[in-house]
């Protein structure tokens, strides 16, 4: 009952509220306020990612609307409902886990029922699955110094046509930190980003894009970003002075220099580089001048001009360098240094050839080496200079240097001179080190010319077996050579023993060279010559002196085979004759006596001698002195041509001691010689033949040695000591003095043979004729230039014989314009001495020739003529050649016995000496004898000279028209000629002994030698 009363009741308001309410009746509705994933981001959701959904339901008949009401794609039902107010409730929606969608959009559809069951209200949405972040695009990116300026493009896309979640950030990052962000504004799906950026340390920007899902998207921006700075290279800093760098060393004074260092850098400028020099002295902000150095990225920057004032034993130099990016590099340069004002030191000035003082220079270019220390700031080959004007060329720079731990060592290459004797000098000339201290040292190097190849002495090879050398060379032998040069300067020597060697290796083998002495003596060994069976090989030398002048000089040298036999038998000894026959025992105790064997030998006609040796002697041999050794060999070498003679005659020298021998007969020695033959061009082994030596004796021993020995000190104290010596001292004084003479008269000669010759020519005689009181001269001239050669002379040698009074001296001439009242004691002496000798001679000498007699005799070279003539030379000399005639006896007796001379020889050849020289003079007195003499002397000479011969062949018609100087003038012309031809021969023979050597040297003096 009260259900159908409450029905009806419902019923009759409802009709009376029907047009009030009739909308609200069925009113009902559902609004979906969230449809999003985990982001919140309505309409769009991630692949992997819950749904989350919210909506506001109302149903006017539902007090309460409960989660089973909303139904979700017909299958699933909301999670929660909460009254929202005003009959409303908000429901909500989360699914229980992540679902990985593979659509790109999901459509979501929600029915709302009521209490009843029935759908009063629905609704739908579509969430777009959005998998993948923003793109970024475009990227453009630019290095502004330090910074980095970046523009691009970020885009969010999903799959429906401009729609997309939106751009959420773009973040920057320098590796793992964030360097910037960007926060765009509003939904934005393409979004223009320009940014400025610090460089990254990484070298490297990593953009991210993030869209409001919380997908990321990336990109590196393409950077090419310069973040280093120049590279200021400090080892190569330099400090430059008149273009030589100073190093460790510098003068206490202020100098303008160029400052150089390198700087590594792509693109360089000088305004990107500053140097500051003020705490050396200099300026500051100062701009190098820059350029790139060789092929690469590096520039060398140099300062000019700088100014440097060092107040202290260094400097120091900031240098900054900036590229165009920004990037700056500072260094500071420190440089210490060390006082210098000592220049540099020339050591040494040498050739190419040799390092002599003085060098020597020739025909062919040389080096010059200049060795300079310089222990200091240091010095440099444009700076050393070598002045060689006196060559013909001019001051120069070397042609190149080398650097040794003392300094340079300089070259001048092929440096000659035109000139072909003489002197030269080598000046070095503005040198200085990098400071411009000047040289010290040595001042000039002294060169001679020398233009003359080196010539041959002698070449001697030897080859050697063993310690014994052999003039002849067999297989496998050594050979030592031996080269005997002459030249004025050092000499370097070469060999080729390649073909005597068979080695290619030896064909410039430089000789050991000394050139201490007279002569230069280079050496070369060589072990195992070539094998060969008589061939003969060259071997070619090379000799340079220190000049350069070179001599190639060829000798050849025969090898033979090797004949092993091993007892060769092919010479026999013949008769052993011996010299003296016996020795005297009166003397063998005081003096040592030497004794002399020939021994001949014989062989078969095949064989040929190669050696003859002395072996050893036994027997007696304690009476030789210093047995084996006191015995020689010679007369033993090889024959000049191998005519296999088969003959050789050596001989044997014994040197006995002094001894006692009254109880000695006869001394035996039992030798032996060694010989080594040829046979068949080959060399046999050595040949022992024993020879047999006597030693007879003869006399008693006595006292006749000490009768020996006392008449030896008696000698030496008459004619060694005292007077004697007063006679050799004085006769050596004279000597000198008649050389001096003898070239003042050949001086006189010339004089006189120019005076012929203008006589000749343009009748000298007839001009002098003319002058006041001229005419005795010029008959004086024509008279002698006609007459023969003997009256020539005579002529000529007027100047030297009457107006020189210490040559009249020295020739025993008194002067003739001298009145006989004033004349001195010689000349009268004299006087009285002419007359004796032209008394001797009658006047049958005179008639002939002439000529008084004692103008014939030899003043100074006969003892009695110069007694006479008061001859104080000739006297000397007379008492000289008995003294030394008296010395040679001593002499003898002391030392014949080496040579075989018994005391009886010595005897014979003084008594022969005092004849030939003494009393044999005595004949030269005799007029007819001197005459005979004089001529023969003159015929002698005109023999031994073709141009004495025409002068003499000539004077025998001219005499006839010579009388006087009127007859004499009609043949002058022919019969001067050939006097002038005699005369200059005469005087060239004179120039050349007077030239000569051994003129000089006082003739054999026998009593120095005396013991």
């Known amino acids: 009952m009260k259900t159908k009363e409450f029905t009806s009741m419902f019923v009759m308001m409802l009709i009376v509220c029907i047009p009030f309410y009739v909308a609200d009746v069925y009113a009902a509705s559902i609004d979906i306020t969230r449809y999003s994933g985990e982001d919140e981001v309505d309409g769009f959701i991630r692949r992997n990612d819950r749904v989350y959904l919210e909506a506001i339901a109302n149903i006017d008949q539902d007090e309460e609307i409960t989660p089973e009401q909303l139904i979700i794609n017909n299958k699933l039902e909301f999670d929660e409902c909460v009254s929202h107010g005003l009959g409303e409730y908000r429901c909500s929606f989360e699914e229980e886990e992540e679902y990985y969608r593979y659509d790109d959009n999901v459509s979501i559809g929600i029915r709302l029922i009521d209490g009843e069951g029935a759908e009063v209200a629905d609704s739908s949405v579509s969430v777009i699955v959005d998998g993948s972040g923003p793109a970024i695009e475009n990227i453009v990116s630019q290095q502004e110094k330090q910074n980095i300026s970046l523009e691009f493009d970020v885009i969010d896309s999903s799959s429906v046509e401009e729609v997309c979640s939106g751009i959420s950030k773009i973040e920057f990052w320098d590796s793992n930190t964030l360097m910037d962000s960007i926060q765009p504004d509003g939904d934005v799906c393409d979004y223009a980003v320009s940014i400025e950026l610090s460089l990254p340390s990484s070298e490297r920007v990593d953009i991210k894009a993030y869209d409001k899902l919380g997908n990321v998207g990336s990109d590196v921006a393409p950077l090419e970003i310069d973040s280093t700075a120049p590279s200021i290279d400090t080892k190569s800093f330099k400090i430059m002075k008149d273009g030589a760098e100073i190093k460790d060393f510098i003068r206490q004074e202020s100098f303008e ?288 002196d220190a000049a350069g002048n070179v001599l190639e000089h060829t000798e050849s040298k025969t090898i033979y085979g090797i004949n092993n036999e091993s007892d060769p038998d092919y010479w026999t000894a013949g008769t052993v004759s011996f010299s003296p026959p016996a020795i005297d025992r009166q003397v063998t105790e005081y003096h040592k006596q030497r004794m002399y064997y020939h021994i001949p030998l014989e062989a078969s006609s095949s064989v040929y001698p190669m050696a003859v040796d002395f072996a050893e002697c036994t027997g007696n041999i304690e009476y030789v002195e210093g047995q084996n050794e006191g015995i020689e060999i010679f007369n033993n070498e090889r024959p000049d041509v191998e005519d296999y003679s088969g003959n050789m005659d050596p001989y044997l020298i014994v040197n006995l001691i002094s001894f006692e021998s009254s109880d000695v007969n006869e001394l035996n020695l039992n030798c032996t010689l060694n010989i080594v033959s040829l046979f068949n061009n080959r060399v046999t082994n050595i040949e022992r033949e024993n020879i047999n030596l006597r030693i007879p004796m003869f006399n008693n021993p006595g006292e006749a040695s000490q009768e020996i020995n006392d008449e030896i000190e008696d000698i030496k104290k008459k004619w060694v000591e005292g007077f004697g010596k007063i006679i050799g001292i004085m006769d050596k004084i004279f000597y000198y003095a008649d050389l001096i003479c003898r070239i003042l008269g050949v001086i006189d000669k010339v004089r006189n043979l120019w005076n012929m010759i203008k006589a000749t020519t343009d009748d000298t005689a007839k001009v002098i004729e003319v002058q006041p009181g001229g005419k005795p001269v010029a008959d004086a001239l024509t008279i002698s230039t006609c007459l023969s050669k003997k009256t020539v002379d005579k002529t000529t040698e007027s100047w030297f014989s009457e107006n020189n009074k210490f040559c009249n001296f020295i020739n025993c001439r008194c002067d003739k314009g001298t009145p006989a009242g004033k004349q001195g004691i010689l000349c009268k002496w004299q006087a009285g001495g002419k007359k004796v000798l032209n008394t001797m001679g009658g006047g049958l000498a005179e008639e002939w020739t002439g000529k008084e007699i004692s103008s014939y005799m030899d003043h100074k070279n006969n003892f009695l003529v110069a007694l006479l003539m008061a001859c104080i030379p000739g006297i000397i000399g007379g008492l000289e050649k008995y003294r030394q005639i008296q010395c040679e006896y001593a002499y003898c007796l002391q030392t014949g016995h080496e040579i075989g001379a018994t005391n009886i020889d010595c005897s014979q050849v003084k008594e022969m000496a005092t004849c030939q020289f003494i009393t044999g003079e005595i004949f030269q007195v005799f007029p007819l004898t001197a005459l005979f003499n004089s001529y023969l002397q003159r015929y002698m000479e005109a023999l031994s000279s073709p141009m004495a011969l025409l002068g003499l062949v000539s004077s025998l018609p001219c005499a006839v028209y010579c009388a006087n100087a009127e007859t004499a003038d009609k043949p002058f012309m022919i019969c001067s000629i050939p006097k002038m031809i005699a005369m200059t021969g005469k005087i060239w023979g004179e120039i050349e002994q007077i030239k000569d050597k051994d003129t000089w040297k006082v003739p054999n003096d026998y009593c120095s030698k005396i013991e």
């Open 257 to 544: 220099a160029e400052v150089y260092i390198l700087i590594r850098e792509e693109e360089l400028d000088g305004s990107m580089v500053i140097g500051n020099f003020s705490s050396a002295g200099g300026s500051t902000n100062m701009h190098p001048g820059c350029k790139q150095w060789q092929s690469g990225k590096t520039y060398a920057c140099t300062w000019t001009g700088v100014t440097i004032d060092p107040v202290s034993d260094s400097v120091q130099i900031e240098i900054a360098a900036e590229d165009k990016f920004g990037n700056k590099e500072v260094a500071e340069i420190i440089r210490s240094f060390q006082l210098d004002n000592t220049g540099p030191e020339v050591t040494a000035i040498y050739t190419s050839l040799s390092d002599t003082d003085p060098a020597y220079i020739g025909n062919e270019p040389i080096n010059i080496t200049m060795e300079i220390e310089e222990q200091g700031a240091g010095l440099e080959k444009e700076n050393v200079f070598l002045d060689l004007s006196e060559f013909g060329s001019s001051k120069k720079n070397p042609d190149k240097c080398y650097e040794e731990n003392y300094g340079l060592r300089c070259v001048w290459d092929g440096i000659s001179t035109s000139k072909t004797s003489g002197t030269l000098a080598a000046y070095p000339s503005g040198i200085k080190d990098n400071l411009g201290n000047v040289f010290s040292g040595k001042g000039s190097k002294l060169f001679i010319v020398d233009d003359k190849t080196p010539s041959v002495n002698n070449i001697s090879i030897w080859c050697v077996e063993g310690a014994t050398k052999y003039e002849y060379c067999k297989s496998d032998d050594s050979i030592d050579i031996t080269a005997n040069i002459s030249d004025d300067s050092p000499i370097t020597a070469y060999a080729d023993l390649s073909e005597i060697k068979n080695d290619k290796n030896l064909s410039s083998l430089a000789g050991e060279c000394d050139n201490s002495g007279n002569y230069t003596y280079c050496t070369w060994n060589a072990n195992d010559i070539a094998s060969g069976l008589g061939t003969e090989k060259d071997i070619e030398f090379k000799f340079i």
